[in-house]
């Protein structure tokens, strides 16, 4: 039996990941991890073996080794002393996924993928507003078209693979955050009941 529940949530930059991973957290008591906020903290953590090479990734919107990204991932699932997470951002491409389920395995069971779908202007308008306030190195226009076209070319896949194992629930990211997390409520009551 895993010992932790997992909902991935998926979506390209800015298709709303954060906002509803917040209401998630308020109404269902999960747990949100961010993996790019986990890569970026551990970017800044003083002595970090990985934080140079974590910065380019970042700067050059590629993606981070999987086994830096699961290690992260696990340390902050232990340390919260929870069982239920969000897991928001991951996995990002087959290398994700393969070395997720290498990591993972009787570790964290995948219980439900949301796929907040959303087009690439919305994306890249609501990222690039976000950007004049959040600090982010990777919320300008040249980061952001890398990161489409890495989200298209390789997360894609991961959508269609959880498809076929029915586990995907995908939602219209370009409504409003409360019409979006109506539509969450009801995936996730279901997942509970």
């Not at 491409?93 to 395995?105: I, P, Q, S, V």
């Not at 959508?159 to 995907?168: R, S």
């Amino acid at each position: 039996m895993a010992k932790y529940n997992v909902v991935f949530v998926l979506g390209g930059p800015g298709a709303g990941k954060g906002t509803q991973c917040e209401n998630i957290v308020r109404d269902f008591g999960y747990v949100h991890l961010s993996a790019g906020d986990l890569l970026r903290a551990e970017r800044q953590r003083p002595g970090s073996q990985f934080g140079e090479e974590i910065e380019g990734h970042i700067r050059n919107g590629t993606i981070v080794p999987v086994q830096i990204t699961c290690s992260l991932l696990r340390r902050a699932m232990e340390d919260s002393g929870k069982n239920n997470f969000l897991i928001d951002g991951f996995p990002r491409n087959k290398d994700n996924l393969d070395g997720w389920n290498k990591a993972m395995e009787g570790v964290a069971d995948v219980k439900m993928v949301l796929f907040f779908d959303c087009t690439e202007k919305t994306c890249i308008d609501r990222c690039l507003n976000r950007g004049k306030t959040s600090g982010r190195s990777d919320d300008n226009l040249e980061s952001l078209q890398k990161r489409i076209q890495t989200y298209t070319n390789s997360t894609m896949s991961i959508i269609e693979h959880y498809k076929k194992m029915d586990l995907v629930c995908e939602l219209n990211g370009e409504n409003s955050p409360d019409k979006v997390f109506d539509e969450v409520k009801v995936a996730l009551d279901k997942l509970s009941s």
